[in-house]
């Protein structure tokens, strides 16, 4: 595998604030990356000025050892590009949008080609539908295929999912994993913890501007060091020096109403726990046992929780 | 190829939206037939007073007006017509004053501002049948071709003065709608940002719109006219490749006003107003519906320069006084140069990106 996309200290400026601050990483051929990140985290920015779309204001992106700046026009027929909230025009069939923006490419779908798209989207039935006739996922997977129009090697998608429910959002994962199975490199945006544990091979947290831990999503968990998370409501708050009594490694944080435990040994930390509530008549309700997610490493990384 | 694409996607677009559909061809057809039903056949006899002083001239303009329809010559003493025109009995009063020998003949005009209307076409009329004069004397000296050319002014009634008008107001409101509209609304939508990421060329995506609504604007044209023509009358006397070539360039101003008015508009509410406020004023001191010359001087020195304005001069010119493109050449350079200038212009202010897009990024950066 080698090197496909290749970011050295981006960085861009507005006014006085630093929405991307001298980001640095690499992409292999193939892979699917994340950047995964709240809103505001410079994620966009960063992505935009891999496209070209967006000046930087230091930094150099190369993609396949082509710099995408001062002359982004030259990467142009090597990327496809699913900007984020994109629209469509309204007055148009499904077809007649694909069509148009191949010729703005210069080339001319064959009718395979045209099939071919529209069944990796789904949307074979749809080809003469006007796109404002679309639910959000159909719409969604239309800017996806759109992007691949003129057959790009890197394609950057900015959020494909969000606003999309469950059932959508899998589906737009099956092409992404399509795509990636056709040797395509993917780099997305999310910030859905789900999604960047379930498609990305490797994620980049990013929060102000700095990615704050970069790796695959299975191993920024377990370099938390962490084998189980144990959250309850209880009807007193527990002491600190309770909490370390039952064995738990990592300290307590208060999530609304409940409580959270990290521990190593599950089996152990939940016995001493109902041990105690019951010598000190403390309730315990809502006992939940789960494995930590990229959700507790981005808690554990930025003190913030993701949401949407 | 990814011109004609373009070319094809832009004309699909206007022609399934409804309300662009309804302002492109239905909106100049209401015009016409109202404006027909209204003035068009034999509602309001123009009743026009003649002061004459018996010179060759004023003969030629008895000669003219005799034949046309529409228009009764009253002859009398200037001081009782006078009188007759404030009670409205007549509508115009042109009065032929003797000269002196080698003078140009001074004809004076009066009318009742309040008769915008009315006197408006009985102007229009009677400088249609002065002009007619002038030329035929100018061209050809010899007394008897004067009345042929004379006949040519026949057709002056008001619908044939109204057509080029409504070609050129239709041509105004369509390429600046038509231009600015899409481009804003693509704009806010984040089409334009996409497109920006393919490698057309700015030219390629932007020309393909012009030549789209230059298309509209000969749609446009054609059946007015095939209206005028079929439904009131109205005799066509000039070239029609002539006025095709008026009408391609008056659409192509009008499409650089309307990229440069995309450039002004942040946002596509501000589309209407922008546009309607360009529109209207011009509309009416373009000479549309009426001459404009009861205006006050200053008034008619903006109408002058104003881009409908040649678009209509040029227009009326060519396709019911029977001129030729080198008789309006001033008019056509005139809107060439403003074509410059919108261009000029609209490249300094045009945005891929809306203030919108931009401020929500920086927001979420």
Known sequence: MSVIVDVQELTKRYGGFLAVNKVSFAIEQGEIFGFLGPNGAGKTTCLEMMEGLRKPDGGKVLLKDISVWPEPAKVKNLIGVQLQSTSFYEELTVKEILVLFASLYGRKLSGRELDNLLSMAGLEEKRNAYTNSLSGGQKQRLAIITALVNEPEIIFLDEPTTGLDPQARRRSWEIIRELQGKGKTIILTTHYMEEAENLCERVAIIDQGKIVAIDQPQELIDQLGQKAKISFASSRPLASLFLAELGAEAGQVNSGEGQIVFTVDPAQTIGALLEKAKQEGIVIKNLHVSSPSLDDVFLSLTGKELRD | ?365
Do not use: C
């Open chain 2, 1 to 365: 190829m990814t011109f004609w694409t373009l070319l094809v996607a832009n004309t699909r677009l206007q022609l399934r939206n409804r309300s662009s559909l309804f302002w492109h061809f239905a909106f100049p057809l209401v015009f016409m037939v109202l404006f027909g039903l209204i003035f068009g056949q034999g509602a309001g006899m123009l009743n026009i007073g003649m002061v004459t002083d018996n010179s060759v001239t004023a003969q030629h303009f008895e000669a003219a007006f005799a034949e046309i329809e529409g228009a009764v010559l009253i002859q009398g003493e200037e001081a009782a017509l006078l009188e007759d025109l404030k009670d409205g009995q007549i509508h115009l009063l042109v009065a032929f004053r003797a000269a002196e020998a080698g003078q140009p003949l001074d004809v004076e005009l009066f009318y009742d501002q309040n008769e915008m209307l009315a006197s408006g076409m009985a102007r229009s009329m009677v400088r249609g049948v002065l002009d007619g004069i002038t030329k035929a004397v100018l061209a050809v000296p010899e007394l008897f071709r004067l009345k042929e050319t004379v006949i040519s002014t026949e057709v002056l009634n008001f619908m044939s003065f109204l057509l080029p008008g409504v070609i050129g107001m239709s041509i105004m409101f369509s390429a600046l709608f038509g231009t600015a509209y899409p481009l804003v609304t693509e704009r806010e939508k984040g089409i334009l940002r996409r497109v920006k990421l393919t490698p057309v060329k700015t030219s390629v995506f932007l020309g393909a719109k012009a030549v789209g609504m230059t298309v509209i604007a000969f749609m446009q044209a054609a059946i007015i006219i095939a209206t005028g023509i079929s439904l009131f009358d109205v005799q066509i006397l000039g070239s029609l490749p002539a006025a095709a070539f008026v009408t391609l360039l008056g659409a192509l101003m009008m499409v650089s006003l309307g990229l440069l008015l995309a450039g002004v508009a942040k946002r596509v509410e501000s589309v209407d107003s922008i546009a309607n406020a360009i529109a209207m004023p011009m509309m009416f001191l373009a000479g549309t519906f009426f001459e404009i010359d009861g205006a006050p001087d200053w008034l008619q020195s903006v109408a002058g320069i104003l881009p409908l304005t040649h678009l209509n001069s040029a227009l009326r010119d060519i396709l019911i006084r029977g001129q030729e493109l080198a008789d309006v050449l001033p008019a056509l350079l005139t809107m060439v140069a403003w074509a410059l200038v919108f261009i000029l212009a609209a490249a300094y202010l045009f945005k891929w990106e809306s203030p919108k897009i931009q401020g929500n990024n920086r927001k979420a950066a």
